[in-house]
């Protein structure tokens, strides 16, 4: 049975990362991932963590939609759209009268078309350039 619940260990969301193959880091910087989102769903099937998504807000005008994942053998079920759509709704629900906040994302290569469909845009466009992004990793 397929279900939605706002609970995730930072081992069955390093999992998760391992199955979509996503790089891997400590535990602990996973745990700090889930306890600092402002709103996170995983996905479960039965018990086993199938998808998750993380929604980053600090209650200003950017949110920051994050990990989008599902298991490859459970894609193509609306498991990810009905991620995403949760992730809008709470951003919706929460915000006060006459906010403005822009939810942005970085799409994985190929997935543009599927974030399209909630009414993101590409970037470059005629408002905005490309996306740009860096990874920073501590010495061992």
Do not use: H
């Amino acid at each position: 049975m397929i279900r939605y619940t706002e609970d995730i260990t930072a081992e069955e969301y390093m999992d998760l990362r391992d199955q979509v193959g996503w790089m891997q880091f400590p535990l602990e910087e996973a745990q700090a991932c889930i306890e600092k989102a402002y709103f996170v769903r995983c996905v479960r099937d039965d018990e086993k963590p199938i998808g998750i998504v993380r929604l980053l807000w600090d209650g200003g005008y950017i949110a920051f939609l994050s990990d989008v994942m599902v298991v490859e053998e459970y894609r193509g079920r609306g498991i990810g759209r009905k991620l995403v759509e949760l992730c809008i709704d709470q951003l919706k629900k929460d915000l006060k009268p006459g906010y403005k906040v822009k939810m942005t994302l970085n799409s994985a290569k190929g997935k543009e078309a599927f974030y399209e469909k909630f009414g993101f845009r590409q970037r470059p466009n005629e408002n905005a350039g490309p996306g740009m992004d860096q990874w920073f990793m501590a010495e061992e």
